[in-house]
């Protein structure tokens, strides 16, 4: 075999583990992003029945700290979901970059 079929063969073969490798972390972030986005949910419908039971006088200490508290989760929750985005954007720009360099990873 010639050496230059040699390097395409091995690098071919580091390419094709890198692609599955980026779809296996690309598939577990957003798994993560769809539950935060439930979660997300799941909050902010507590929250709204929080409201509706302070302003009925069902004891607003308690309902006011817990919305504080929902509301503190809820921001942490968005700044991981952003985060999520910005790497699943490298993850998308890092696979575009590989279908380039070799034809078999061309989607």
């Known amino acids: 075999m010639p050496l230059i079929a040699f390097r395409e063969n091995v690098d071919e073969r580091r390419f094709r583990r890198l692609a599955r490798l980026l779809q296996g972390i690309q598939t577990d972030m957003q798994r993560e992003s769809a539950e935060l986005r439930r979660s997300a949910e799941r909050m902010t419908e507590s929250a709204a029945f929080s409201l509706a039971a302070m302003e009925n006088g069902d004891n607003p200490e308690r ?45």
């Open 63 to 107: 309902m006011a700290a817990k919305i504080d508290t929902l509301t503190r989760n809820l921001a942490m929750n968005r700044m991981r979901q952003v985060s999520l985005q910005q790497q699943l954007s490298i993850l998308d720009r890092t696979r575009a970059r590989l279908s380039r360099i070799l034809p078999s990873h061309r989607a």
